[in-house]
C-alpha cells in the first residue's frame, strides 16, 4: 500500500504563494491517478488538481492559471505550487493515489474523491485578505 504524507502548508496573505509537498513511499503501483483535494469548515471536499502517471493534468476552474501539480523524475514527491493565492483557497489541502486500470477523456479528472484509496495527513492552507 501507498502511504503519503504531506507537507508546505501555512499562513500566507492574499496574492502570495506556497508550494505544498506530497512524500509518496510503500508499494507503487501503474497506471495510477495522484490529486489533491481541499477541504474548508462546513464544506465538502473538492478536488483541486490532479496528474495521472500518464503525464496529464486536470485543474478545476477555480484554480486554473493559479495552481500547478506536478512530480519529480522519480515520481516520489507530488507537488502543488499554489500562486496568486485568495482567502476562498482557505482550507485543509490532501493528497491521494489510486491505480486505475483505465483512462477517462480527461485522464484522472473523472476519478471522484470517493475512488481515491490512499490519503495523506492533510495541511492547513490559510489565506488572510
Known amino acids: 500500500q501507498v502511504q503519503l504524507v504531506e507537507s508546505g502548508g501555512g499562513s500566507v496573505q492574499s496574492g502570495g504563494s506556497l508550494r505544498l509537498s506530497c512524500a509518496r513511499s510503500?508499494?507503487?503501483?501503474?497506471?495510477?491517478?495522484m490529486g489533491w483535494f481541499r477541504q474548508a469548515p462546513g464544506k465538502e471536499r473538492e478536488g483541486v488538481a490532479s496528474?495521472?502517471?500518464?503525464?496529464?493534468?486536470t485543474y478545476v476552474n477555480s484554480v486554473k492559471g493559479r495552481f500547478t501539480i506536478s512530480q519529480d523524475n522519480a515520481e516520489n514527491t507530488l507537488y502543488l505550487q499554489m500562486d496568486s493565492l485568495k482567502p476562498e483557497d482557505t482550507a485543509m489541502y490532501y493528497c491521494?493515489?489510486?491505480?486505475?486500470?483505465?483512462?477517462?477523456?480527461?485522464?484522472?479528472?473523472?476519478?471522484?474523491?470517493?475512488?481515491?484509496?490512499?490519503w495523506g495527513q492533510g495541511t492547513q492552507v490559510t489565506v488572510s485578505s
Open positions: 496528474i495521472g502517471s500518464d503525464g496529464r493534468t
Open positions: 491521494a493515489a489510486v491505480r486505475v486500470s483505465s483512462w477517462g477523456a480527461d485522464g484522472c479528472g473523472s476519478v471522484l474523491p470517493i475512488q481515491y484509496t490512499n
Open positions: 510503500g508499494v507503487s503501483y501503474r497506471p495510477y491517478c
